[in-house]
C-alpha cells in the first residue's frame, strides 16, 4: 500500500464529506491497523465528535516501508489522541486501546486529570517497553476511573512488585506476592470513582481449592471502595462443571458479601446479579446472555473485538 496508509482514513472522511450533507453522529468508532485517525479534522468531516461514546484503537505495532510508526518508548505515533480528550469528546465514556504506551499514558494524565471518573479504560497489552507495567499502571490509576483492569499475575517474589499473584504449587521458589501494594493504589485512586474492576488472575492450579483463601488483602480492598458496583474476574477455573459452578457460586457469595455495593459480579463464563436482604445477606440471581449483556462492564469494550461474544 506504500505511503497510503496514513492518508487512507483521512481519504474516506473526505470523501464522505464531500458527499454527505453533514458529519455523522456516530456513538461508537473502531480503528483497526493500518486505518489509524491521524488528522482531528479529517475526522471531524466523518463524525461529530461530541457523540462519541466508545472508542477503540487498534494501536498494535504497524510498519510502513520498513518504519515502524506505532512507537513503543518515548516516540509519538501521529495519532490524533487530541480528538479523544474532553475538549473535542465530552461524552466519551469507553476507551480502549491495545497497546498501553508511553503517548496514551501522556494523553490520560494530560487531558483526563480531573475527568476520569467518566471513563472506562482497557487495554490488553501492558509490556515493558515503556518503565515497565507498574510503572505504567501507577500512572494511569492516577486519574480515577470509573472502570479499569487489574491484572493479577505469578511473579518471582520481589519487594519491588506491585501485582498480586498465586503461588506455582510446584516451585518452592514462587511464592504469594504482597497484595496490600497495587490494592491500595486502587483503593487510593478508586475510593469515590471506581464503579466497575476487570480482572485477570490465574487459579488454574488451585482448582480444587476455594478460589480466595489465601486473597484477604482483596477482600479487604473491595470492601473499601463504596462505589464499586460491577466485578469480572477472568481465570483459569472454568464453570465446565456442576462442581466448579458451586466453587463459583461460592466465591461469588465471599466476594459480595465483602463489597456491600457489589451488584454484578462475573467469574470465569458465570454472571450473577446480587440481592440483599435483611441483616445483608447475600442472594445471587445467575444471569442468562441478555442479560449480560446489558451490564456495561460485561459488554464489548472489555472483549478483544468489539462486538464479541462473551461466552
Known amino acids: 500500500m506504500g505511503r497510503s496508509i496514513p492518508v487512507y482514513f483521512e481519504d474516506l472522511c473526505r470523501g464522505y464529506s464531500a458527499n454527505a450533507p453533514r458529519p455523522l453522529q456516530l456513538k461508537s468508532l473502531h480503528f483497526g491497523d493500518g486505518v489509524m485517525p491521524f488528522d482531528i ?4 468531516m466523518l463524525t461529530d465528535l461530541t457523540m462519541l461514546e466508545a472508542v477503540h484503537i487498534d494501536n498494535s505495532e504497524l510498519i510502513l516501508d520498513n518504519h515502524e510508526i506505532l512507537f513503543w518508548g518515548g516516540g509519538n505515533s501521529d495519532i490524533c489522541w487530541d480528538a479523544f480528550g474532553p475538549n473535542h469528546a465530552p461524552n466519551l465514556r469507553q ?63 520481589n ?12 516451585d518452592e521458589d514462587w511464592e504469594m506476592l504482597a497484595a496490600e501494594p497495587m490494592l491500595e493504589l486502587v483503593v487510593t485512586h478508586g ?43 477472568n481465570g483459569g477455573c472454568y464453570c465446565s462443571t456442576v462442581e466448579k459452578r458451586r466453587l463459583m457460586r461460592r466465591t461469588a457469595v465471599k466476594i459480595a458479601t465483602a463489597a456491600h455495593g457489589l451488584r454484578y459480579i462475573g467469574l470465569s463464563g458465570c454472571y ?39 461466552f
Open 41 to 44: 479534522e479529517s475526522l471531524r
Open 159 to 170: 519487594p519491588e512488585a506491585i501485582i498480586p499473584g498465586e503461588p506455582y504449587r510446584d
Open 95 to 157: 476507551l480502549r486501546w491495545d497497546c498501553c504506551v508511553e503517548e496514551v499514558r501522556d494523553f490520560l494524565c494530560g487531558q483526563w486529570s480531573g475527568r476520569g471518573s467518566q471513563l472506562a479504560l482497557s487495554f490488553t497489552d501492558r509490556g515493558t517497553r515503556d518503565g515497565g507495567i507498574d510503572a505504567m499502571l501507577r500512572q494511569v490509576w492516577t486519574i480515577s476511573p470509573r472502570m479499569m483492569e487489574l491484572e493479577m499475575e505469578s511473579r518471582p517474589s
Open 191 to 233: 475510593r469515590k470513582t471506581l464503579e466497575g474492576l476487570n480482572m485477570t488472575v490465574d487459579w488454574s492450579n488451585n482448582e480444587d481449592a476455594e478460589v480466595f483463601k489465601h486473597w484477604t488483602p482483596f477482600l479487604e480492598a473491595i470492601g473499601r471502595l463504596p462505589a464499586l458496583r460491577q466485578l469480572q474476574i
Open 272 to 310: 450473577w446479579q446480587v440481592a440483599r436482604q435483611a441483616g445483608r445477606a447475600v442472594s445471587l440471581h445467575e444471569l442468562d446472555e441478555w442479560e449480560v449483556r446489558q451490564v456495561e462492564l460485561f459488554q464489548f469494550a472489555f472483549f478483544p473485538d468489539l462486538g464479541a461474544n462473551p
